[in-house]
């Protein structure tokens, strides 16, 4: 609980989004110097790479890049610097999804430049963040680092999402739900929110809970008609507003505002067997369901958000998952889910609790998905 009654707000320094913004890259990042150091997702690597250093050598710029390869460690940020640092980078950027991004802010934060963040996807709300989830070798969620600086730019080209997997789109949508749910949380316990973590614990802002809102809101309206335009490979304005409410809403909400259970039982599944199968968003889109049940929530909005879920195709259960219900499995969640995440409910939630929980959401979507 936050004895003091001051309030912080983190952002971006700027946002951009629209349709052909990769082809202004240079343009955009003058302002932060002449030497590009970036780390690039595989799949874009050999197709960007050229184009992109072309574009930068027409503005009498260098661009240097490298593959992002393995899993974001603190280890392999600490390489990454180490390069950066040896090509005499004048900033870093990122390019690809959630774990190419994390490792270019660590490595950005390591040699304190400023860091240009360029996701390819709307899969998760990490691109606006301040932070970087660290993982294990082996793929499981190890612990997250809060920088004191968000990043300096965030460039969304929506042509590049409308043409990603619409997986990553929907799983997005995943993520980015949770956020009004888990604010609603936090603010019932007092909880602090992420931002400033290192000059003491701050109170939300009422404009952190309203984006929240709107994240949620914007989401249900558009959702649908936006899966269907990512699956036509066409940018509308439903898919913009999607892109805004799984990138730039969630994200600002989220660091604004702080997770709860939803965040916890999703770094849980995690260690199951089957859970780095599935990406963040859909495990998280599961958690919460289980927030839902352990906030007791009035059944219309748990009809509404599982109706929803079954409409776009996140999962509701378990084996939607491809987790098995096995008393093994449930206690892996309980014994790895966030505990940092799951003390932020309103009320104390054991490990025991955590497991019927689980047991509980995994029965009740099983339900809605047979009727």
Known sequence: ???????????????????????????????????????????????????????????????????????????????IAKKAAEAGAQMIMGIGGGKTLDTAKGAANTLNLPVVIVPTSASTDAPTSALSVIYKENHEHSHSINYIKS???????????????VRFLVSGMGDAMATLFEAKANAASNSPNYICQEAGSFRRTKVAMKIAELCYDTILEYGVAAKIANEQHVVTEALEAVIEANTLMSGLGFENTACACAHAVGDG?????????TLHGEKVAFGTLCELVAE????????????????????????DLQVELTEENLQLIADNASLTELVREPYEITGEMLKNIVKAADALGRYYQAN
Not at 37 to 52: A, C, G, K, R
Not at 151 to 165: L, M, T
Not at 296 to 319: D, H, K, R
Request: hydrophobic share 35%.
């Open 296 to 319: 007791n929530a009035p059944s219309e909005i748990v009809e509404e958000y599982i109706t929803f879920c079954m409409e776009v195709g996140l999962p509701t259960t378990l084996e």
């Open 151 to 165: 990043p300096d730019i965030v460039i969304i080209d929506s042509e590049i999402i409308a043409n990603a997997p």
């Open 1 to 79: 609980m936050i004895a003091s009654r001051t309030m912080s707000f983190g952002s971006p320094g700027r946002y951009i989004q629209g349709p052909g913004e990769i082809r202004r890259l240079a343009q955009h990042t003058a302002k932060y110097g002449d030497k590009v150091f970036s780390v690039i997702d595989p799949f874009f690597y050999d197709s960007l790479t050229p184009q992109l250093t072309a574009q930068y050598e027409e503005q009498n710029a260098q661009f240097t890049s490298i593959p992002f390869e393995h899993e974001v460690t603190e280890e392999r940020i600490a390489a």
């Open 269 to 277: 599944i995690t260690a199951t067997p089957n859970g780095t199968k």
